[in-house]
């Protein structure tokens, strides 16, 4: 099978349902910066992290490509669900890391160690993200009803996760002061 089709030399894609819609449509901003987000996560996963948080990521990866999918679906039949993971599972591993963590008494700049500022490059991604959806959303057009809180609480995640990172490799996070 060829990777080129040549049928968007024209500036259109096709969607899953089978209609074309212009590059730069909202769905496909949305689900471009999943793909984004996802690929940052790749190269996270390459770097040394603590015990469990590979398999985390590894079950996000699959969550967002759910999401993806149904994101590229404008004839989706129903809003419903599309992930296998929740965002009762991220608050869950929230949680099991923030129970090591110091309380958060600054802001933090990212960084401190390579994986832990390549989390923080997944938070702004997932962001990014979470605001492309929204403009989906806002224009009318339907998805899934679990995509939104998904996107919020995994932004929360990859913040924790680079704090949690640090911590476990024994360096402090950089904190901002003004």
Known sequence: MKVYTKTGDDGTTSLFSGGRVEKDHPRLEAYGTLDELNAVLGLLVCEPLPDGCVQWIQTIQGGLFSMGAAIADADRPEPGTCLSITSGDLEEWIDHMDQELLELKAFIVPGGSRPAALAHHARTICRRTERRVRTVVIQGEDLPEDVLP??????????????????TMGISDPEWRP
């Not at 998904?150 to 640090?166: C, E, Q």
């Open 150 to 167: 998904f996107l919020n609480r995994l932004g929360d995640f990859f913040f924790v996760l680079a704090r949690f990172i640090n911590h």
